[in-house]
């Protein structure tokens, strides 16, 4: 679970800015959401359920969720898949030429086996300029490496760490590094790096695999999944899977060039077998009598197919206690239907392993104080030098009663177009009102 994550120098962000997962001491008007979007960690430690990021276009939102994403591909893949001149793909704050010098910073702070660990990075597209992690199985937080540039300091905790040293390339992680030669504590936080996925809600290639491989293998995901889709009352029954052998006559068009179809069968597993998705619907006939019908999941709307992709990671995330990070969860979804999603991770009863949502939207209609308590909302604004700020909702003065939705968009929280800017703008193009210019 994470406590809370800060990066610096990435995109838009120049200076660092902090995302923060731990519950701020504020009433909820509805004791309901206190209660259910907060879960206790230990005597000293709550926190929350979920977060929501709001801004206007650009304010830097997706660049958070990008930083959190690179970091994570940083942590599995750095000791790996690159060559030792390979460079990082980092990409510093741009609009200040003493930032483009500087190195990115990312750091996370996240609980894993009941033990807090505090682990981060800095880096430039060269090499890994500093490196730490700590831990605190007793309360103290202590020190289980450190590095400067080509200097590592390691604890005694860390069994065989000495001899990854030199196995560890200026543009690696050493935790990369030491996980892959199987220590103990580094696969411990790999894992936890590993149970946080982060996903567009734009693309659904990037989790609809996912969601077809737990479908079609394993029947308790299925039958999740279709359960979760008939109580989002989008008109589908059931969801079928439909295999087809490629090699049978008429599967593959007859005109097609035999090198594509070589390809084809080339790239598709399980023995040749294509697999489709077919959802159910109930057709009423002119007796009365109910019938099947089965659709392409592709004939559904494009929010029922996401609806469907993204059940996968939800209900993955849910039921092994993860971390899901979704930015525009709410693309192509209706309303009700996001917030449906959402209230899965913010109740005890659907979320007994106390998994977390993070996510990125412009849906001000989930802007509720029955939703979220305050410390649960996020806005990222640009200042006038182009960089992006975070702050929470619980940051400002606002009255337990106050519409958040309504104050929001009066602009008393900021995080919104400027848009006496625009209209300006457009009245000095003389376009105003319709009118064009000559």
């Given at each position: 679970m994470?406590i809370e994550f800060?990066?610096?120098n990435?995109?838009?962000?120049?200076?660092p800015?902090?995302?923060?997962?731990?519950?701020a001491?504020?009433?909820?008007?509805?004791?309901?959401?206190?209660?259910n979007n907060?879960?206790?960690?230990?005597?000293?430690?709550?926190?929350?359920?979920?977060?929501a990021?709001?801004?206007a276009n650009?304010s830097?939102?997706s660049n958070?969720?990008k930083a959190?994403?690179?970091?994570?591909?940083?942590?599995?893949?750095?000791s790996?898949?690159?060559q030792?001149?390979?460079p990082?793909?980092?990409?510093?704050?741009?609009?200040?030429s003493?930032?483009?010098?500087?190195?990115?910073l990312?750091e996370?702070?996240?609980?894993?086996?009941?033990?807090?660990?505090?682990?981060?990075?800095?880096v430039?597209k060269?090499?890994?300029?500093?490196?730490w992690?700590?831990y605190?199985?007793y309360?103290?937080?202590?020190?289980?490496?450190?590095?400067?540039g080509?200097?590592?300091?390691?604890s005694r905790?860390?069994?065989?760490?000495?001899?990854l040293?030199?196995?560890?390339?200026p543009n690696?992680?050493?935790l990369?590094?030491a996980?892959?030669?199987n220590?103990?504590?580094?696969?411990?936080?790999?894992?936890?790096?590993?149970?946080?996925?982060?996903?567009s809600?734009?693309?659904?290639?990037?989790?609809?695999?996912?969601?077809?491989g737990?479908?079609?293998?394993?029947?308790s995901?299925?039958?999740?999944?279709?359960d979760?889709?008939?109580?989002?009352?989008?008109?589908?029954?059931?969801?079928?899977?439909?295999?087809?052998?490629i090699?049978e006559?008429?599967?593959?068009?007859a005109?097609?060039p035999q090198?594509?179809?070589?390809?084809l069968?080339?790239?598709?597993?399980?023995?040749?077998e294509l697999v489709n998705f077919r959802?159910?619907h109930n057709k009423?006939?002119?007796?009365g009598?109910v019938e099947?019908?089965?659709?392409?999941?592709?004939?559904e709307?494009?929010?029922?197919?996401?609806?469907?992709?993204?059940?996968?990671p939800i209900?993955d995330?849910?039921?092994?206690?993860?971390v899901?990070?979704i930015?525009e969860i709410?693309?192509?979804l209706?309303?009700?239907?996001?917030?449906?999603l959402?209230g899965?991770?913010?109740?005890e009863?659907t979320?007994?392993k106390?998994?977390?949502?993070?996510f990125?939207?412009?849906?001000?209609?989930?802007?509720s104080n029955?939703l979220?308590?305050?410390d649960?909302?996020?806005?990222?604004?640009?200042d006038?030098?182009g960089a992006?700020h975070?702050y929470s909702l619980?940051?400002?003065?606002?009255?337990?009663d106050?519409?958040f939705?309504?104050?929001?968009?009066?602009?008393?929280?900021?995080?919104i177009?400027?848009?006496?800017?625009m209209?300006?703008?457009?009245i000095?193009?003389?376009?105003?009102?319709?009118?064009e210019t000559?």
């Open positions: 994470i800060t990066v610096g990435f995109r838009s962000i120049k200076e800015v902090t995302l923060s997962m731990v519950a001491k504020v009433n909820a008007k509805d004791p309901q959401v206190d209660i907060t879960f206790r960690v230990d005597e000293n430690l709550m926190l929350l359920t979920s977060g990021i709001y801004g650009a830097g939102k958070l969720i959190l994403g690179f970091m994570r591909h940083m942590v599995l893949s750095s790996k898949e690159s030792a001149d390979d990082i793909n980092t990409v510093p704050f741009r609009l200040d003493q930032t483009e010098q500087n190195p990115s990312f996370i702070v996240f609980h894993q086996e009941g033990i807090p660990y505090r682990y981060g990075f800095e430039t060269e090499k890994v300029e500093t490196e992690l700590f605190s199985p309360k103290k937080e202590a020190k289980l490496f450190t590095r400067e080509s200097e590592i300091s390691i905790a860390v069994k065989g760490g000495q001899a040293k030199s196995l560890t390339r690696a992680l050493f990369s590094v996980a892959q030669f220590n103990e504590i580094a696969k411990k936080v790999m894992g936890w790096f590993k149970s946080v996925n982060v996903i809600g734009l693309d659904d290639s990037a989790y609809g695999g996912f969601t077809a737990v479908f079609t293998e394993d029947s995901y299925r039958t999740s999944i279709i979760l889709i008939r109580g989002c009352d989008v008109g589908i029954n059931n969801v079928v899977v439909e295999k087809t052998n090699h006559p008429g599967v593959l068009p005109d097609m090198e594509l179809k070589d390809y069968i080339k790239q598709i597993k399980d023995e040749g959802s159910s009423i006939c002119e007796d009598i099947e019908i089965l659709f392409d999941i592709g004939e709307s494009e929010g029922t197919q996401k609806l469907f992709f993204l059940s996968g209900i995330t849910l039921r092994e206690g993860k899901l990070v930015d709410e693309a192509r209706h309303t009700l239907l996001t917030r449906k959402i899965l991770f913010n109740s009863k979320n007994p106390h998994a977390q949502i993070i990125a939207t412009h849906d001000t209609n989930l802007l029955k979220f308590r305050r649960q909302l996020w806005f990222m604004e640009k006038e030098g992006s975070l619980a940051e400002l003065k606002v009255r337990n106050a519409s939705e309504s104050d929001y968009m009066q602009g008393k929280y900021g995080a177009p400027i848009l006496g800017e209209r300006r703008a457009l000095e193009l003389g376009q105003e009102d319709g009118h000559e």
